[in-house]
């Protein structure tokens, strides 16, 4: 989505590039966002998982959630929805905290495909490199690699870490698992490709069904915000204290979000909003300001690469007007004469 279509050009004039403001002003900007966004009724609800297809299409919530706890929510951040593709990122996390940067680098990569999320073709033009843990491809490789003996093994660790990500204890929609169940068969044959080519170990049907799990994973936008911060600071839940990952480990999945995390948008993202960010088809997003904040949106409504559209307008305006965007800078030029 464009600049000029976001109409930020106020905002980005009082927006600095410092610490944030104070709460109250936090609570503006929030419903400022949100005003700005309900506004636009683009986009379509994701309908090729069927049961998807029944969310509301006028839900609306926007959560930030500050490394100091802090919460700042408006609209409908307590409806849960499936975290769906936004699993990827945390899963990678929990994947390369477990087995190291280098490992995770080797199997899975960070580049991004240019091609579309569930891509065959991507796999065979790079010899049956995954690409980057953003993608399908690798996702399950993410996946299979998550420690364990056996499949309920892995499936313990990915809802524990997750579950710790958000600081409670999160659990399965069956009705949307057993109708992704129905349509994986993309998935099933990624897994498949992926084994022949030696990426993935493991069974590769129990790695789908361990995917297909996590994607079914119930969130709301708070929880989505609060994971966010995790990473933002340092990869420690403000709201429980708890380490979930470490500093480094949150160092590396941030660079590849700001690479891979909104597709084949993600250089348009980049350039608009500045942050790393994930984006999930039930409408979810997540988007991390590293020592500030995360922020958690949840519209159903998505554009055509499967990124939410209300989701992104309130994270561009957020971004600017708290001041977040990662690549920008104020002059500290204290009237000094110019060389």
């Not at 399965?172 to 990426?199: F, K, M």
Request: charge should be negative.
């Amino acid at each position: 989505m464009r600049e000029s279509e976001l109409d930020v050009a106020d905002v980005q004039q009082r927006a600095g590039t410092g610490a944030l403001p104070p709460g109250d002003r936090i609570d503006d900007l929030v419903r400022e966002a949100y005003g700005r966004a309900r506004t636009h009724a683009e986009g379509e609800v994701a309908d090729y998982i069927p049961i998807l297809a029944e969310a509301d299409p006028a839900s609306f919530g926007v959560c930030v959630a500050g490394v100091d706890g802090e919460l700042h929510e408006i609209g409908d951040t307590r409806i849960r929805f499936s975290i769906q593709s936004i699993s990827k990122a945390f899963v990678y996390a929990l994947v390369c905290d477990a087995l190291g940067h280098e490992k995770a680098f080797d199997v899975i990569g960070v580049n991004n495909t240019g091609l579309a999320f569930n891509s065959v073709v991507a796999i065979e033009l790079n010899d049956g490199h995954p690409m980057n843990p953003m993608v399908n491809a690798g996702a399950l490789a993410a996946t299979a690699m998550v420690p364990g003996d056996t499949a309920a093994e892995k499936w313990d660790a990915v809802v524990s870490g997750l579950s710790r990500f958000a600081g409670r204890e999160l659990v399965v929609d069956e009705t949307v698992y057993r109708s992704e169940v129905e349509t994986n068969l993309r998935n099933r044959a990624i897994a498949q490709l992926l084994e022949s080519y030696g990426r993935i170990t493991v069974d590769p049907l129990e790695v789908v069904d361990v995917y297909t799990r996590q994607c079914a994973l119930l969130v709301d936008a708070r929880d989505l915000a609060v994971m966010g911060a995790t990473l933002a600071d340092g990869g420690v839940n403000p709201l429980t204290g708890e380490r979930v990952v470490s500093a480094s480990v949150c160092r590396d999945l941030l660079a590849v979000l700001a690479a891979t995390g909104l597709y084949e948008r993600s250089g348009e993202w980049l350039f608009e909003i500045g942050l790393p960010g994930k984006s999930g088809v039930a409408g979810g997003l997540v988007t991390v300001a590293p020592g500030k904040v995360g922020i958690g949106t949840y519209s159903p409504p998505l554009d055509s690469a499967g990124n939410s559209v209300r989701g992104q307008i309130a994270t561009a305006y957020l971004s600017r007007g708290l001041g977040l965007n990662i690549f920008a800078s104020d002059s500290h030029f204290s009237g000094r004469t110019p060389r």
